[in-house]
């Protein structure tokens, strides 16, 4: 199976650039642009769905009111840092 062909036009210095760390970590220019995509890509994507998650919990506030403080989840995530296993706090209005 092949893979459809993109181009991709870069200026002569990032092209210098590519190749010279292409030589340094002994890969192709072109293993180093898919590796340089795809990470790109991965964390853009993390990024959407944080994004998404953090409107969903808007949403959900806006409707129940349910939260729990800056200090409980300070006191929760110090517990868990502590090696204790230990439930979240639990919502409150």
């Known amino acids: ?4 062909t993109t181009s991709l036009k870069l200026d002569a210095e990032i092209k210098d650039r590519l190749r010279r760390l292409a030589t340094a970590r002994r890969r192709s220019a072109h293993w180093l642009m898919r590796e340089a995509i795809e990470q790109y890509i991965e964390r853009e994507e993390a990024s959407e769905r944080f994004k998404a998650d953090a409107m969903a919990a808007w949403s959900g506030y806006q409707l129940s009111g349910e939260h729990i403080t800056a200090e409980e989840a300070d006191a929760w995530l110090a517990r868990l840092e502590a090696g204790e296993d230990v439930p979240p706090p639990a919502p409150h209005k």
């Open 1 to 4: 199976m092949t893979s459809p």
